[in-house]
């Protein structure tokens, strides 16, 4: 049979359908469906981008496309994360097979923990737990201003020493300035004065940049991951308005904010965030805190350095609820969110209740002050089974009259293995300012240590180096108790280990 006489059959009219006609389909579906192949197109050639953006997007309460401001953030990270990728690949192929290669890390937009979620990433925590610059064991500074004999004296101006104690201060810097862990470093005085100057150069031209249209510049002391977590906060209402940063310390930044409303409990009217670093520099210091603490012991050793940072901001909670509930003044717990916790603010309006160390009291006053300090730091230890940890007058408030404890993401219970040390350490910080004030009932450290902790540790002549080796003597009969029947032996230490911790809800 001929191809026209086949032609000829099919075909009836010279215009009409070729072959059977193809079912009917509506035209949206068939551009949802094109567009949905290029997506996934896209999709593969940039494989690591998708991840994180959904992580986003999806995160606990979905896609939040109510604010403007929201969504350009959200643009905004996501652009960065794909420059940062495309930066990735071009590094890759400038370097090949290199043996010298050149990082473009300093052109990089995302902060570098931003990837944590990477296993590159992941530090092997074995590796930090040892803070280089800090003595195991406290240590009493010579008096004498010089140490060793003889030929082997190292006075204050030894070159090693200085270098190191220069290479530890550069984490003073300010803290959008990326020092580094700097281990094993000894900067001489002539280069950590030009990094210093550099440093304050460096925050001024900033300052200068962004103090015209930045509502606040320390918004920049803060990561975009958290700064969009805050602006979650304010558009789900919880925040009226975030006014501005009160303390940005190493390890934490403090932002003033208007309450605003949640459905389960009210929320005062002036609120602060504390925001903990997620930096790991700033926080592998601490890990000591946290590592032995029962309480966090078993989920420590499983996260992830982002994570571990949430566990600081979850043990402030939960010792500030403790403190709560044995009466101690202290900031009520609002809401925990990942790394952010928002408490009631100590002051009034917008103006923060001062330090004790700024605050000049009359000598009846400053003596009250006193024995309230004594009364805390017993209900502390003995009806929160805690120790403070970081007590000084720079983490007591003075507000209506009296005082009140704040920053107890440190604080850990007695029978930690550096529990009384810890204590110890406080004592010493409270007795000294007390004493410096003139309150001449303020108790030696020595004393203050018993009456808080109710142990009778020999004063005797008052020599610390054997008070502290008693003390350390006694954590040490008490971890060898915990080896072999549990946890408690000091007295007065209750066994509650505070509210339940709640499971890791998200990523
Ligand atoms: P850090 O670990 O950085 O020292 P803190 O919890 O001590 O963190 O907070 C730093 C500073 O922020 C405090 O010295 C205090 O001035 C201020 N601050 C913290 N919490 C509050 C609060 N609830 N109310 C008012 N000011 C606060
Ligand atoms: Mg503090």
């Given at each position: 049979m001929d191809q026209s006489g086949v032609a000829a059959q099919t075909q009836k009219s010279p215009w009409g359908p070729a072959g059977p006609a193809a079912p009917a389909c509506p035209l949206t579906e068939v551009m949802s469906e094109q567009l949905a192949r290029q997506l996934e197109e896209e999709n593969a050639a940039f494989p690591s981008l998708t991840d994180p953006a959904a992580d986003?997007?999806?995160?606990?309460?979905?896609?939040?496309?109510?604010?403007?401001l929201m969504l350009a953030q959200m643009l905004q990270m996501q652009f960065d994360r794909e420059f940062d990728d495309q930066l990735r690949r071009e590094e890759k192929k400038f370097n090949g097979d290199s043996k010298v290669s050149i990082s473009f890390e300093n052109y990089r937009m995302v902060h570098p923990y931003e990837d944590s979620d990477s296993s590159e990433d992941e530090v092997d925590w074995q590796d930090t737990r040892h803070d280089p610059y800090r003595a195991d064991k406290p240590q009493a500074a010579p008096r004498r201003g010089f140490s060793g004999k003889g030929k082997n004296i190292t006075t204050k101006h030894d070159e090693d020493a200085c270098g190191r104690k220069n290479t530890a201060r550069m984490d003073n810097f300010a803290p959008e300035v990326q020092v580094g862990d700097g281990l094993g470093l000894?900067?001489?005085?002539?280069?950590?004065?030009?990094?210093?100057?550099?440093?304050?150069?460096e925050q001024r031209r900033s300052a200068r940049l962004h103090d015209k249209k930045e509502h606040s510049t320390a918004e920049q002391a803060v990561d975009p991951r958290t700064r969009l977590l805050m602006y979650k906060m304010v558009n789900a209402g919880v925040l009226e308005n975030i006014n501005g940063c009160i303390s940005t310390g190493k390890e934490s930044v403090v932002f003033h904010a208007d309450g605003g409303r949640m459905e389960e409990q009210p929320v005062p009217e002036e609120v602060v965030l504390k925001v903990f670093k997620t930096t790991l520099n700033e926080f592998k210091n601490r890990d000591r805190y946290i590592k032995?603490?029962?309480?966090?012991?078993?989920?420590?050793?499983?996260?992830?350095?982002?994570?571990?940072?949430?566990?600081?901001a979850e043990k402030e909670m939960h010792n500030l609820s403790r403190m709560k509930k044995a009466g101690i003044p202290c900031p009520d717990v609002v809401l925990l969110k990942k790394h952010i916790l928002v408490m009631s603010f100590i002051g009034k309006q917008s103006v923060p209740a001062p330090k004790l160390k700024d605050v000049s009291l009359g000598a009846e006053e400053m003596t009250e002050a006193y024995h309230q300090v004594l009364q805390m730091m017993q209900q502390l230890y003995q009806d929160c089974n805690l120790v403070h940890a970081d007590l000084s007058e720079y983490n007591m408030l003075w507000h209506q009259g009296k005082v009140w404890l704040i920053d107890v993401s440190q604080s850990v219970e007695p029978t930690h293995p550096h529990g009384l040390e810890f204590l110890f350490r406080d004592c010493r910080n409270v007795s000294t300012f007390f004493q410096k004030r003139g309150v001449s009932e303020a108790m030696s450290v020595y004393h203050l240590f018993n009456a808080v902790s109710g142990l009778d540790v020999p004063v005797g002549a008052e020599d610390e180096a054997l008070f502290m080796a008693e003390i350390v003597a006694l954590e040490k009969r008490n971890e060898d108790h915990v080896q072999k029947r549990g946890r408690k032996t000091f007295p007065a230490a209750s066994e509650d280990g505070g509210p339940p911790l709640e499971p890791d809800s998200d990523d």
């Open positions: 986003l997007l999806l995160a606990e309460d979905g896609a939040d496309t109510t604010s403007d000894k900067l001489s005085n002539q280069v950590f004065n030009a990094l210093k100057q550099h440093c304050y150069s032995d603490d029962y309480r966090f012991k078993d989920r420590f050793s499983k996260l992830n350095p982002r994570k571990v940072i949430r566990l600081w």
